[in-house]
């Protein structure tokens, strides 16, 4: 799905280190309406669990929930064809991009998520929006939340029960079907940056705040209220890390490919945020599982480098630079880190030092 309105942008930064589920800022009615497809289609499950900190941030521990979770399913007649863990959707643009083809490719039709806190599981289902929002704003959905896993499916078995819909779900497969990081990149990966840069504008996307006119939930609203308000920080803490890029720059708004072109912006600034594995996946880098980390060039400026290990389950950003004609991906030196905030400065001293300009 390309080229989708900015309205929808806002699930792009609400992972980074954030522990709120997807659909925290999205207004809809609660039910225990079973969606009328759910034993007769295929259904994508989203889920989400609490961050682990240490040394590093790290995603928390999800398999044998979900292989319970998959159980339940099997026995109620769900056919969910593969599990996309949360932060693999928001990891950016393009990654919210790539999930949303990919649902459509494979014919969803159900959307379900499952959130995990440190206090109770909750469960929603409902039909598939076939947009980056995932369900139609102020809709009808299936909720339920219990303070255990095994109450909560026994519950939601008994209302999936209740339905009693036709099932046609029978090619089940019987282990969950795990999605890692979906590749974000279009053609082709470049391992350098485009010294065109030298003589070309830079277009720098925004954070994007969360579109409000369809919130009617005074709760929603109040969250959204305070989750612009953390935007707008971000965003000047953008504009004052960009100030140390050596060639010209522009701060935009996140916009369509044909915008991009319409305003001859030739380089767009972008960032992927996930585990380091998985931003790796998304970029196209090849991945040793056996690999326990990665090591990350930390520019030292004006002109020296040290190197930053962080394991390949430690969540981290990303940036690099896209060439939006040929969409060619240019990622320069490996120098993901654990802040967006240290991945910018890092991207632009590497790039400095690489094109021999001194700050």
């Known amino acids: 799905m390309k080229g989708v309105l900015s309205g929808i942008f806002y699930f792009l930064t609400l992972f980074l280190f954030a522990q709120s589920p997807l659909y925290d800022f999205v207004s809809f009615k609660k039910t225990i309406k079973i969606p009328a497809s759910l034993n007769s289609e295929r259904s994508a499950v989203i889920f989400s669990v609490p961050n682990k900190s240490g040394d590093f941030v790290t ?9 319970q979770v998959h159980k ?6 769900i056919d969910a064809i593969f599990y996309l863990q949360d932060i693999n959707i928001v990891a950016s643009n393009a990654a919210l991009d790539s999930s949303v083809d990919l649902f459509t490719k494979r014919e969803i039709k159900n959307i379900i998520f499952i959130t995990k806190s440190n206090n109770e599981f909750e469960l929603i289902m409902a039909p598939y929006s076939g947009t980056a929002k995932m369900i139609v704003s102020n809709s009808d959905v299936f909720y339920l939340k219990a303070n255990d896993l095994y109450s909560l499916l026994l519950n939601v078995g008994k209302e999936v029960k209740r339905a009693d819909q036709q099932v046609q779900n029978f090619l089940i497969p019987e282990k969950p079907n795990y999605l890692q990081g979906i590749s974000i990149v279009e053609k082709t990966l470049l391992k350098n940056y485009p010294g065109i840069l030298r003589r070309s504008k830079l277009a720098v996307e925004r954070f994007s705040s969360i579109d ?9 609203m109040e969250r959204t209220r305070k989750y612009n308000e953390r935007v707008r920080a971000k965003n000047q803490e953008l504009e004052s890390i960009m100030k140390s890029y050596p060639y010209e720059y522009e701060l935009i708004n996140a916009m369509s490919d044909d915008d991009l072109r319409r305003n001859r912006y030739q380089f767009l600034l972008r960032y992927v945020c996930a585990t380091t594995r998985n931003v790796r996946q998304m970029l196209d880098y090849e991945v040793t599982p056996s690999q326990s980390g990665f090591v990350s060039i930390i520019p030292v400026m ?4 040290r190197v930053k290990t962080i394991p390949q389950d430690a969540i981290v950003c990303k940036y690099f630079i896209r060439q939006n004609i040929s969409k060619n991906v240019h990622v320069g030196e490996w120098d993901a880190d654990v802040t967006w905030q240290d991945a910018l400065r890092n991207i632009i001293g590497n790039l400095t030092q690489e094109l021999n300009v001194k700050n």
């Open 59 to 67: 995603v928390g521990d999800y398999e044998k929930m979900i292989s």
């Open 302 to 305: 004006p002109d020296q480098t």
């Open 72 to 77: 339940a399913f099997i026995t109620m007649g």
């Open 212 to 220: 409000t006119t369809t919130i009617l939930s005074k709760e929603v």
